[in-house]
């Protein structure tokens, strides 16, 4: 059973700090990653994908990845209102020359005024 | 963004009737998901198909069937529906080693 394991939240954090969202996954071969947002009653959106060690930065959004910690963060910077949502972990694990994404269960992120 | 559409986007219907929920993307993905949605849960697989005829089951896959002849459209078919069913269904497609993108959802309501 491949698992994606994220704490569930809720995160709070003052408008303007940087808040920082957390994922372990379970399977060492796992090669694509990836951080979704979802607002209330709507779809999940991409926001980053991250293929190999390290960071990737996009904007107030950065990436990290550790693959040997089996490590995927997401850290948005000046925290808004706006980015109130939850935030889906997804790790797309590799078998037998096919690949399944798998979700976390998501962490609710409250960015208070 | 991808272009995938789910239809209906809004569906009430009884218990014990059959309903079918369509999934159609555009991109020539590959792999096509369907997901359910409930309060105080995240995403929950329903069932899986990695190509034209072949699918897999998820994780809450009872009393859900599905189907894909064709690469763009995979369908989600509740034979009997239930209360239990009432939920927010979204599909997704992914190519290969690309992200998965979601359709807008589905709400069912079963009464």
């Known amino acids: 059973q491949k698992e994606v394991e994220q704490n569930s939240g809720p995160l709070s954090v003052p408008e303007g700090a940087i808040a920082s969202l957390n994922c372990t996954y379970s399977?060492?071969?796992?090669?694509?990653f990836f951080w979704y947002r979802q607002y209330s009653g709507k779809s999940p959106e991409l926001i980053m994908s991250?293929?190999?060690?390290g960071d990737k930065e996009d904007g107030r959004f950065t990436a990290q990845l550790n693959k040997a910690s089996q490590y995927v963060s997401l850290l948005i910077r000046d925290s808004q209102p706006s980015d109130s949502a939850t935030y889906l972990c997804?790790?797309?694990?590799?078998?037998?020359?096919?690949?399944?994404?798998?979700f976390g269960t998501g962490t609710k992120l409250q960015v208070i005024p | 963004d991808a272009g995938i559409t789910q239809s209906p986007r809004h569906k009430v219907t009884e218990t014990g009737t059959p309903v079918t929920l369509r999934c159609h993307q555009t991109?020539?993905?590959?792999?096509m998901y369907w997901y359910r949605q409930d309060p105080g849960h995240g995403l929950r697989l329903i069932h899986y198909?990695?190509?034209?005829?072949?699918?897999d089951k998820g994780e809450v896959s009872d009393g859900y069937s599905v189907s894909r002849s064709k690469t763009e459209d995979f369908l989600l078919t509740l034979e009997s529906a239930t209360s239990s069913q009432t939920s927010v269904y979204f599909c997704?497609?992914?190519?290969?080693?690309?992200?998965?993108?979601f359709g807008n959802g589905t709400r069912l309501t079963v009464t």
């Open positions: 997804a790790v797309n694990f590799h078998s037998g020359g096919y690949q399944k994404v798998t």
């Open positions: 399977d060492r071969g796992s090669q694509s």
């Open positions: 991250i293929y190999s060690n």
């Open positions: 991109e020539n993905h590959r792999y």
């Open positions: 198909s990695y190509g034209v005829k072949d699918t």
């Open positions: 997704g497609s992914q190519g290969a080693s690309s992200p998965l993108h």
